[in-house]
């Protein structure tokens, strides 16, 4: 029911910055974006969190990211952006976009989508 897309991934030298953004589309008047975040994915480890923002603003960080990733949004284009500044060759993985809403009657139905990912790769 919704799409989410990713992009603004690339190739950076350590100690720069790259700001990716998502998206998530669907029908406007079914559905209600809820938190939406980042998670990323180095090869052969696990996908980990790296931010969430709720509707409010509320965020959380993983604690490796914490001072030098920023995550925002805007919540009437239903977009989250996730700034990342002083990156380092650890922050090379595919970062991923999830998005959690509601549906039907009062909302009381939940589901969440994923990005297809971009790819981040930070050279040393």
């Known amino acids: 029911q919704v799409r989410v897309v990713e992009s603004g991934g690339g190739l950076v030298q350590a100690g720069g910055s790259l700001r990716l953004s998502c998206v998530a589309s669907?029908?406007?008047?079914?559905?209600?974006?809820?938190?939406m975040g980042w998670y990323r994915q180095a090869l052969g480890e696990q996908r980990e969190l790296v931010a969430t923002?709720?509707?409010?603003?509320?965020?959380n960080y993983a604690d490796s990211v914490k001072g030098r990733f920023t995550v925002s949004r805007d919540n009437n284009k239903s977009t989250v952006y996730l700034q990342m500044n002083s990156l380092k060759p650890e922050d090379t993985a595919v970062y991923y976009c999830?998005?959690?809403?509601?549906?039907?009657?009062?909302?009381?139905?939940?589901?969440?989508?994923w990005g297809q990912g971009t790819q981040v790769t930070v050279s040393s």
């Open positions: 923002i709720a509707t409010g603003g509320a965020t």
């Open positions: 999830n998005a959690k809403y509601s549906y039907g009657r009062a909302w009381s139905q939940t589901s969440d989508s």
């Open positions: 669907g029908s406007t008047f079914s559905i209600n974006i809820n938190a």
